[in-house]
């Protein structure tokens, strides 16, 4: 074969992942979809990519050097394990198999294994971007074993965006690292979403101004400590009249957020290692409740407070607020989202370098933003820090933002405006602020009701109150 990497599924993020690899020199990309309209409508469309098609398996495999390398980008789930089955049929020992769609990590691990046993290389690869990213340059998210990133970095690295001078591609780790990365990544990007959304809610209803105007607003942000990707597209958002009507567009759009599920894994994943996402979840949690339309009051009947009519007396001050509480809230979710990496990088066995990690999110990702250079400083100047939002330089951000944050807060609850992420976000704060907290009552209970025992912070040793009896405390067996 001719052909020295190839791409099976040809929709929107294969395709233009093909064309990005045909673009860079040296490459000659064969091409495979499992039915033949997408590859001839791309073969055609891209006569300048030199694509060599193939309408089978046999084919496909016949038009790629040896080893084999293949990148998968169809629907996650059943469509992966079926074309994963399909290549290994016509492949041989030492191929590379690479998937790079949204694929839930755990299925990684088990098919890493599975390809592993017959003699097959396995990367699951967390690709971001959308369809843009595929085709100028993603953020690449490789797992999988050290030799198939030796075959397999240069060519990522040539197609991967860049920032400041670096691919955004690392090897993050074996089997499932990078699918789990990717699955935190999208988790931190619903959380930067909402918290954007909340700004811009308060903002709207606080001052009154026009989507317009305050897409004005979110430009400027765009300048400073707050600028990104998202931030970037908001004011874009913002500022679209929409052609029926001549209304901004964001007051034509319903109002109900979906999710393709990356978000809730995020926050599933989360529960079972123990680690306390709670920005993340909230935003996942609110674009449910945004979704039930049905169980929303459309009629106005929940109470609220009584001064409803709820306006700011300046609203440039009040306007930096709120950017603050979204500076700190974002410190915040992102903090949250590496505990969850490092969490699971113990569970499973990885050696994540959480600072590449930051620094490969810099460019081509949805969630790209100047900000993540502070984390990989962060990382650089201490490997192992337990929270991010420790750092000096968070510490000294949070300690600027948090009166603004607070007063934020309490301008949403008092004016009944829904604020999910950022209130739950600053609850986390004081949470890890506390010098003690109401844990020990839980505990008490626990120990009331199920004989859980408790620790006392005067000796060591494991104890047990005799609720039911005389009351008197018992050294009880270490339950753990
Ligand atoms: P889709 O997720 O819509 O998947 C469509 C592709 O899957 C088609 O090529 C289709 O082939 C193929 N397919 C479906 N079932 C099978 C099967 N049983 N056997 C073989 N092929 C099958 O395409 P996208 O391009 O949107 O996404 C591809 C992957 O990339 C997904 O895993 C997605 O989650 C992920 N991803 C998507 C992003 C995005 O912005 N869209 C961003 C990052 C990752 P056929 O034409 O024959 O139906």
């Known amino acids: 074969g001719a052909a020295n990497i190839g791409v099976v599924g040809l929709a929107v993020m294969g395709s233009n992942l093909a064309r990005n690899l045909a673009s860079r020199e040296g490459n000659t990309v064969a091409v495979f979809n499992r039915s033949r309209a997408k590859t001839d409508e791309l073969v055609q469309t891209h006569p300048e990519a030199g694509f060599l098609p193939a309408f089978s398996y046999e084919e496909f495999a016949a038009n790629l050097q040896k080893p084999r390398t293949a990148i998968i980008m169809v629907k996650a789930g059943r469509p992966t394990d079926a074309v994963i089955d399909e290549l290994m049929r016509v492949f041989e020992p030492g191929d590379i198999i690479v998937d790079g769609g949204n694929s839930l990590f755990t299925d990684t691990i088990r098919r890493e294994k599975a390809v592993r046993e017959a003699g097959f290389n396995f990367v699951g690869m967390g690709v971001s971007g959308g369809e843009e990213g595929a085709l100028l340059g993603p953020s690449l998210m490789p797992g999988g074993p050290d030799e198939s990133w030796v075959t ?3 060519i990522l690295k040539s197609i991967a965006a860049v920032a400041e001078g670096e691919p955004c591609v690392t090897h993050v780790g074996h089997d499932g690292a990078g699918h789990f ?7 931190i990007e619903y959380a930067d979403m909402q918290l954007i959304a909340e700004a811009y809610d308060l903002i709207r209803r606080g001052t009154g101004k026009s989507p317009a105007e305050i897409a004005d607003i979110f430009a400027e942000w765009n300048r400073g400590e707050l600028e990104s990707y998202l931030i970037e597209i908001t004011a874009e958002v913002l500022r679209q009249t929409d052609a029926v009507t001549g209304q901004p567009l964001v007051d034509v759009i319903v109002d109900q957020a979906g999710a393709k599920g990356t978000g809730a894994w995020t926050v599933q994943t989360a529960l079972d290692l123990g ?3 709670s920005g993340i979840a909230e935003a996942v949690f609110a674009r449910s409740l945004s979704s039930h339309r049905e169980q929303r009051d459309v009629s106005g009947s929940l109470p609220g407070p009584d001064d409803a009519a709820f306006t700011v007396e300046d609203a440039d001050a009040f306007i930096e607020q709120v950017r603050l509480a979204l500076y700190a809230s974002k410190i915040v979710a992102y903090s949250q989202g590496f505990d969850e990496i490092r969490a699971g990088a113990a569970q499973y066995g990885w050696n994540i370098d959480l600072g590449a990690v930051s620094k490969i999110w810099r460019g ?3 969630i790209r933003a100047q900000f993540l250079n502070r984390i990989a400083d962060a990382y650089a100047a201490e490997a192992e820090l337990p929270v991010l939002l420790t750092a000096p330089y968070f510490v000294e951000a949070l300690g600027r933002a948090q009166d603004a944050w607070r007063h934020i807060v309490q301008v949403a609850a008092g004016a009944g405006i829904p604020a999910p992420a950022f209130s739950s976000s600053l609850s986390y704060y004081d949470g890890l602020r506390a010098e003690r907290l109401p844990a020990a009552l839980i505990q008490g209970q626990r120990d009331f009701f199920g004989a859980h025992t408790y620790k006392r912070i005067d000796t060591d040793g494991t104890f047990h109150t005799l ?13 753990h």
């Open 467 to 479: 609720w039911s009896g005389d009351r008197s405390e018992v050294e009880a067996e270490d339950t």
């Open 152 to 154: 397999l970095g240069p």
């Open 364 to 366: 081509g990702c949805i």
């Open 181 to 187: 990365v990717k699955m935190v990544h999208n988790g």
């Open 275 to 277: 680690v306390p996402v």
